[in-house]
């Protein structure tokens, strides 16, 4: 699904005056998951899933093509990790 296929199917529900609306709506609720990841918060939504920040340890690499180690450094990446209820939906 993209996010044009999105902004219609939640344009269909009753009480959303237009597509414009739908998509801002949207672009509300992606920017509040956004900015809550920023700020080293957690954002869940009951029966759907959990969004939050994974930390990663700086750690020793190799450079596949020379053979040299490399030194990774700590990064922060977004994780999701998807509800009971939804992982019971797709089975």
């Known amino acids: 699904m993209t996010k044009a296929e999105l902004i219609d199917r939640v344009a269909m529900v009753d ?3 237009s597509k414009k609306a739908a998509g801002e709506a949207i672009d509300a ?3 509040a998951i ?3 990841l920023v700020k080293g918060d957690t954002f869940t939504f009951q029966g759907f899933g959990t969004f939050k920040v994974q930390k990663y340890s700086a750690r020793t690499g ?3 093509q020379t053979g040299a180690k490399i030194q990774i450094p700590e990064t922060k990446r977004p994780k999701f990790t998807a509800s009971k209820s939804l992982k019971d939906a797709v089975k």
């Open 62 to 64: 190799v450079n596949l």
């Open 29 to 31: 609720v992606f920017s």
């Open 34 to 36: 956004k900015d809550a």
């Open 15 to 17: 009480g959303v005056s």
